[in-house]
């Protein structure tokens, strides 16, 4: 008998070809299918992030740093408000002294708005921060003093706190009087009305415009208080007071 080995019967061998590829064809298949189909939950998710290992995440992260969400939100708080707003007033009335002392010293036309920013020893930066120009820090100066007469003409104020103006204007009347005069004049008159205007009623001007009767009482205002600093009109501050706040 040969020793080589016999080849097996075609009827033999064709069962189990047939079995192998019933058994390895669809289990390579299911693997594939099994593998590449995606999860419904994570189509819009990068690869190896899962749900709940990024609610761990976020959790993680929140508790690290509780104001996330505000980390690039601009804050101020409540003190910090008060300082800025201190700092702001200091520099405003430096400005404003500086601003009456040279008032006092040369004519209006003369004074620039470097003096200023020298006199007040603040930067040229810091001045315009606040003010545009000189005609500015006038205004800034006298609205205090043309509350009161703002306040008569509109029917509102009383004759104590109007005197109580015209005293302390009668006390630096040597500087005072030279802010009614031109070119000052005409800027302070136009920002008096103003005021006056914004505190008029609505029945109280008629049929008139409310700038025409503001600037009215403002041109009548300001020439008296000129007239009582020059001495022109000599009556004491409790009658021209009374006469600012009669109808």
Known sequence: MSMTEAPVPASIRAPACRASRL???PTSCSI???????RPDARDEPQGVSA???SRRNVRR???DPDAVDRYRPRMDQANLRDLDRRTQRTRKAISDA??????????SAIRTADIIEAADVGRSTFYEHFRNKDDVLVAVMEPLFI????AAAGRGGVGAVRFMLEHVWEQR???????EPPMAAKLQRKLAAMIEARLPEAATGSAPPALVAMGAAAAMLAMLRMWLTGEAACSSEVLARRFIAP
Do not use: E, H, N, Q
């Not at 594939?32 to 995606?38: F, H, L, M, Q, T």
């Not at 040597?174 to 009614?180: E, S």
């Open 99 to 108: 601003f009456v002392g040279l008032i006092f010293t040369r004519r209006y």
């Open 62 to 64: 929140r508790r690290r």
């Open 52 to 54: 709940s290992g990024r």
């Open 148 to 151: 009161p007469l703002a306040d």
């Open 32 to 38: 594939r299918k099994v593998w590449s189909a995606p």
């Open 23 to 25: 058994m390895s064809i």
């Open 174 to 180: 040597a500087g005072a009087r030279l802010l009614f």
